[in-house]
């Protein structure tokens, strides 16, 4: 399916566009003006109303098998693309049957309620995450200021990989971040409004974060090492060693596994708390092995259980401490919930997921540093590892 007319062999044409000024020419070319983007935009805003406005008339779980859509899908993608019409149409046959029906049920009053449900089932496709009545997982945010803000992103493409390739992508994230830094009211060095080291940024997901930060750990550890040791002995990589709960997402050991690091999970206490003393006990008997402890991954509301590691007895440990509050650090802004975030003052990095709770389209995911400095040098010590 495609946006307007568009073959296969004209999609290469749009990698031989060389300026701004030829966008309208290949704009013609897939054949979809402004004046029919503005039809096909307005026809998908009233869709998607629809759906928020009834989306709880229908079922949170659809009643489907594995591999259902590929019956009904062509076994590869279309020579000549087809008008947004088709297009259109297929969202209502394929991807979320029922919004237009389920519409007309309640406004007719045509079938019982019995009935009505019945049909859904049939029509349903979707795990309705929006829905009222979802309650798995974690909550996902949506809105329509988000959603608004989604369609002028796609639309100006901006690709913020460093301040030159878009300063205002890169000086209004700062600014969003450190907005958000003083409503968790962390601690100023994690501001870029410090004027310090610190500092945050977007990442996708928490999963990434806990990597980023984990790798970041790994190379401290690694510059510690070399620079204290023989240039003869190998590198440290084999005996480095990081730490969480067992109630910390599985996305921590993943982690561990990427950054070729072992990892130990702690067992915490009666009320699900990793504590310092267990941590401490950990690291000394790793120690007396000849291993090297640098990173511990405390979380502030465990996906499992919303479990609260204790940050304020591990922040007494020195080691590299990231705080993952993906799941329940937004519940920190409201000041009565704030004094879990106590002992963030200690930490090297604090991550939360605005996309959980704030009304942000997922992917949101904010992360600060002490030292932004530990992130732009990842890269340094790669040539050492064996």
């Known amino acids: 399916m495609e946006f307007g007319h568009i073959t296969l062999r004209q999609i290469d044409f749009k990698t031989k566009i060389q300026s701004s000024d030829q966008f309208p020419l290949f704009c013609a070319l897939v054949k979809m003006d402004s004046k029919q983007f503005r039809e096909a935009a307005k026809q998908l805003v009233d869709y998607i109303c629809d759906y928020h406005d009834n989306i709880r008339d229908r079922d949170v779980l659809p009643a489907v098998q594995p591999y259902f859509l590929e019956k009904q899908m062509p076994g590869s993608a279309p020579e000549n693309g087809e008008p947004w019409t088709s297009v259109f149409n297929d969202i209502e046959k394929l991807i979320m ?3 237009n029906k389920v519409m007309k049920q309640r406004q007719e009053h045509m079938r019982t309620e019995q009935k009505i449900f019945k049909g859904r089932m049939k029509l349903e496709r979707m795990t309705h995450w929006h829905s009222p009545r979802f309650h798995a997982y974690f909550p996902t945010a949506s809105s329509y200021p988000a959603i608004l803000a989604d369609m002028l992103s796609g639309a100006l493409g901006c690709v913020g990989f460093s301040w030159i390739s878009s300063p205002i992508c890169t000086e209004l994230e700062m600014s969003m971040m450190d907005w958000l830094g003083k409503m968790l009211h962390l601690p100023s ?9 610190g500092g945050g940024v977007i990442q996708e997901a928490a999963s990434e974060s806990t990597l980023i930060c984990m790798l970041a750990a790994r190379s401290r550890a690694i510059t510690k090492y070399s620079s204290s040791s023989s240039p003869k002995n190998k590198s440290p990589l084999n005996k480095l060693v990081a730490y969480c709960s067992t109630q910390a997402h599985s996305s921590v050991e993943k982690a561990a596994l990427l950054s070729a690091v072992k990892i130990r999970s702690l067992d915490p206490d009666t009320n699900l708390s990793l504590r310092g003393e267990t941590l401490e006990r950990a690291i000394k008997d790793d120690r007396e092995k000849g291993l090297i402890p640098f990173f511990v991954a405390a979380s502030l509301g465990t996906t499992n259980s919303c479990a609260f590691d204790n940050i304020i007895e591990i922040g007494q440990i020195y080691i590299w401490l990231h705080i993952d509050a993906a ?3 937004s519940a920190f802004i409201c ?3 704030r004094h879990y975030l106590n002992g963030v003052d200690k930490a090297d990095s604090f991550n939360m997921n605005p996309h959980k709770w704030l009304l942000v389209n997922s992917d949101c995911s904010a992360l600060w540093f002490v030292s932004l400095f530990k992130i732009i040098d990842l890269n340094t010590n790669i ?3 064996d």
């Open 97 to 99: 049957p029922g919004v």
């Open 189 to 197: 060095e994690f501001l870029f409004s410090s004027h310090g080291k």
């Open 327 to 329: 799941y329940a650090g």
């Open 335 to 337: 000041p009565e919930y």
């Open 383 to 385: 040539s050492n590892l």
